[in-house]
């Protein structure tokens, strides 16, 4: 695996690998981190066992952390975080229970990987983190179940869970604020149409459409906050939002006003 400047084309990392039998990178959304995850086979070629090669980019000579699984174990589904610096796997023992596990690079620069908790016997086959991060939904999009489970990951516990029978696409919107799940007819040739939840997974409304295929919210344009400015603003969210909440107040009292 090669690391590459361009365009000058210089070598920036490099690492030999052996005995691959499947290799895929993911890149961070910031372009923070690349995982490697690699397939190895044994010398007999009879079992697989998977390994994280985890390239940290804004390190100095771009270290490489890896994190290996034990044989029996097999990875699922991989995503990273956005605008953050943790990641979620799926993994599970040969026939066996189905697990979520998260984990932290402890820093953009300079971090260590560890593990933050793993969640045990869980009914998904998919991971879909809110494009704001924070918030993750756990989907089972094989069979026809359609379990769908949110989990606030700073505090590792569920916030919401729902079923969409027969569901096979995910998409949050932008914003973080609402999620479609749907059924498409590329997939089923029943139950089409879509669900929209909130983050937290409160159904807002559901509707059926046949041969139903695709459902994409529109793009957002970038934020013209810089990365400073928006940890600010988070920071201090609660002096904002009393301001506000004193507005919505004193509009309660003008309507009870006018009931009277």
């Given at each position: ?8 084309r ?16 993911t ?36 270290p490489i ?18 605008k ?20 932290s690079?402890?820093?953009k620069?300079?971090g ?8 045990e ?7 879909w ?9 756990l989907?089972n ?7 769908l ?22 998409e949050w919107?932008?914003t ?27 159904e ?15 793009p ?5 906050l ?6 600010e ?14 507005e ?13």
């Open positions: 695996v090669v690391l590459m400047d361009l365009p000058s210089a070598e920036v990392r490099q690492k030999n690998l052996f005995s691959v039998a499947d290799l895929r990178m890149w961070h959304d910031q372009g923070h981190f690349l995982c490697v995850k690699v397939d190895k086979h044994s010398k007999s070629k009879k079992t697989l066992n998977s390994v994280f090669e985890l390239f940290r980019l804004r390190d100095k000579e771009v952390e890896v994190i290996e699984f034990s044989k029996d174990t097999s990875v699922a589904a991989f995503a990273w975080e956005p953050g610096i943790r990641y979620a796997v799926i993994h599970s023992q040969e026939g066996q229970r189905v697990d979520v596990s998260f984990y690079m402890g820093s620069y300079n260590r990987v560890s593990l933050i908790k793993t969640l016997k869980k009914a998904c086959s998919t991971l983190w809110s494009p704001v991060g924070n918030i993750i939904l989907a999009l094989k069979g026809t179940a359609g379990n489970e949110w989990i606030d990951v700073n505090v590792t516990q569920t916030i919401g869970e729902a079923e969409h029978f027969m569901v096979s696409d995910v919107d932008p973080g604020r609402f999620v479609a799940t749907s059924v498409s007819h590329w997939r089923h040739q029943m139950e089409n149409g879509f669900i929209m939840w909130s983050s937290h997974g409160r807002l409304s559901h509707e059926k459409k046949d041969k139903f295929y695709q459902l994409l919210w529109r957002r344009p970038p934020t013209l810089t990365e400073a400015k928006e940890k603003i988070r920071k201090n969210l609660r002096t904002y939002s009393q301001r506000y909440e004193e919505d107040e004193r509009q309660k009292t003008m309507l009870d006003a006018d009931l009277l």
